[in-house]
């Protein structure tokens, strides 16, 4: 019963919810009483000849009215405890989405997506029966089971309901070890599940890749495989699930077969009559339910344990990057100075940047190039507050960075990341995600500035084009583009372009690049790139090499430097020309 304990906070939210629910449960377990103890006294009166035409209507009324009562009384309580639980579900699953939006990409690398969408599904759903069904459950087994039990041994021989109880111990102990089994089944099935939930979700992203190398029927081959482990596990779960109902099946038919033979024993020696025994027979009828609901209920339990525990690992998971106290809620608009002395990822242990730093004026351009892998982005994550834990400091405006509130600073940062993401709702959306309320004037104007609103009006649809997943329907090149339009749509104190021109053309390159300059005088602009045409205009450039700064300075003084920078820019230019070069003859 431990879950019960660690929903209590919720059971006393709803507790008024749930008391009116347990009060019609007990209202309609005394309902069900009526009904054998009519009956017994019909067959007694039948047996004397004693029943008349009056009793036979006021029984009937009696019986009548019950069923009408109980009727009422299981809609309501279906209303008060099944809506609750549904609350439940609900207030687990904006809790987990509202933790899982705070955690850095670290958290991100250890779980994946398949596995975060079946906790937020299956497992909260069998939280969700706990509160529901459990509840119902717990309650009606408890209810009915001592209410029945009290009027057998009261009204009618409570040596007859001690000898029909007998067989009980031995269910209260298989619901045990049957339960503990579950709950270690039911765990490593929901694992399963995440794992082919994961395999979903990767597959489907990925479909474009497994055609384009043929490897559909290794694909599915994968696919059927993680089925089958998922399937091999529940079927685990469900032999095991299947022994709850015979054992409960067993024992009501011991008792059966001990209250019939005891009973006639009591009848033959005038103690009992045939009614008071046909009654208590129908009541341990009534007894079945309470039985096969303690076995549900111990089901139940362990299922939700078991994702609840899941859920609580992942609730658990501390914020890497939070708000200090007192933070500053306004969005910095000045310098920036970052003086890094060292950061290394966690789990790892040689660091990946080290002595970077750098002083960016307000409305400077500020361009970051240098190898694949030399630490770029993660200086830029840095920036960004994606990870707190390093030696030195990024002042911003005046202030450190973690002085600010995490949203107030990146509220102050419009970035665009080498992988772009576009939701799969139209153009419009896409481009106004920051702004929902936005002009179509607006969106257009801003379209125009990264070179993308001649395209979007070729679509059939124009702003209107759904782009699909991820903007699977879009080319690399216009999906950067639309990605650069969302970020300009809040008017950021600072741009950061993360590698995000790569799969544009020189000429388009060079007119987003005048169309910002020109629309961001005042505002700062930071660009990280492989190809260096993207940084010429900037006020400060520097060359980043295994995580170290290596050369620094303008365009013209780098050229002068004469080193890795000066070689790159003129491997560049010489691609540039045979490209040119081989249009020129082609088209001859």
């Known amino acids: 019963m431990k879950i019960y304990k660690e929903l209590g906070w919720f059971f006393k939210e709803q507790k008024k919810s749930y008391i009116i629910g347990v009060s019609l449960l007990f209202m309609i377990t005394l309902l069900q ?17 004693t029943l008349t035409k009056s009793n036979l209507w006021l029984w009937m009324g009696i019986l009548l009215g019950a069923a009408i009562l109980a009727y009422i009384g299981r809609y309501f309580w279906r209303m008060m405890i099944f809506g609750s639980d549904n609350k439940l579900q609900r207030q687990l699953r904006l809790r987990l989405f509202e933790h899982l939006s705070k955690m850095s990409p670290f958290f991100f690398q250890r779980y994946r997506t398949g596995d975060l969408m079946a906790h937020a599904t299956n497992d909260i759903a069998a939280v969700q029966q706990v509160a529901g069904f459990g509840v119902l459950t717990l309650c009606d087994s408890i209810l009915t089971g001592s209410t029945v039990i009290a009027t057998m041994a009261i009204t009618i021989d409570w040596r007859l309901t001690l000898i029909a109880l007998l067989p009980m111990p031995l269910m209260v102990w298989g619901s045990s070890v049957l339960g503990r ?13 995440s794992k082919l939930n994961d395999k979903t979700q990767e597959s489907l992203s990925g479909i474009k890749v497994t055609k384009t190398f043929g490897q559909e029927a290794e694909d599915i081959a994968d696919f059927a495989k993680q089925t089958d482990a998922v399937v091999e596990q529940n079927i685990k779960v469900a032999k095991v699930d299947a022994l709850f109902d015979p054992m409960i099946s067993i024992i ?19 103690t009992l009559s045939i009614g008071q025994v046909i009654a208590f027979t129908n009541y341990l009828f009534l007894l079945i339910w309470p ?14 344990n078991a994702s609840y525990d899941r859920l609580n690992t992942l609730l658990n998971e501390p914020e890497d990057v939070k708000d200090e106290s007192g933070a500053i809620d306004k969005v910095p608009s000045g310098d920036i100075d970052f003086q890094l002395k060292a950061f290394t990822y966690p789990d790892e242990e040689k660091p990946v940047l080290a002595d970077i730093d750098f002083q960016l004026k307000a409305g400077g351009t500020l361009g970051i190039v240098g190898r694949t892998g030399s630490g770029k982005t993660t200086l830029l994550k840095l920036l960004m507050r994606e990870y707190d834990d390093y030696e030195g400091e990024i002042v911003f405006d005046g202030e450190k960075i973690q002085c600010y509130t995490v949203r107030s600073l990146r509220n102050a940062i419009g970035y665009v990341p080498q992988d772009q993401f576009l939701f799969s709702t139209t ?3 896409n481009i106004r995600f920051g702004n929902p309320e936005l002009s179509q004037e607006d969106v257009e104007r801003t379209a125009e500035m990264v070179s993308v609103h001649q395209d979007i009006t070729e679509f059939t649809d124009g702003y209107d084009t759904v782009v699909g997943e991820r903007g699977v329907s879009l080319s690399g090149g216009q999906k950067q583009r639309l990605a650069i339009a969302r970020a300009l749509i809040m008017n950021p104190e600072l741009l950061i372009l993360d590698d995000a021109l790569s799969a544009v053309d020189a000429k388009t390159e060079e007119q987003i690049l005048q169309n910002l300059k020109r629309n961001r005088a005042d505002k700062t602009t930071i660009i990280s790139a492989h190809r260096l045409s993207s940084v010429e205009h900037a006020n400060l450039i520097i060359v980043i090499d295994k995580g170290q700064i290596v050369e620094r300075g303008t365009h013209t003084e780098l050229i002068a430097l004469d080193g890795w920078y000066a070689e790159m820019f003129r491997n560049q230019q010489l691609e540039e020309l045979i490209e040119a070069g081989g249009d020129a003859n082609g088209a001859e």
């Open 33 to 49: 009483l009526v009904p054998p103890k009519i009956l017994g006294m019909s067959v007694d009166a039948l047996t004397k000849d």
């Open 181 to 193: 089994k579950l709950h270690d089944r039911f765990h490593g099935a929901q694992a399963e599940f």
């Open 252 to 270: 009501v038919g011991i008792s059966f077969v001990l209250s019939l033979g005891f009973g006639s024993k009591f009848v033959m020696e005038g």
């Open 291 to 304: 039985m096969l609901a303690f076995g549900f209920l111990f089901n139940v339990i362990q299922r939700g």
């Open 427 to 429: 153009v419009r959306e």
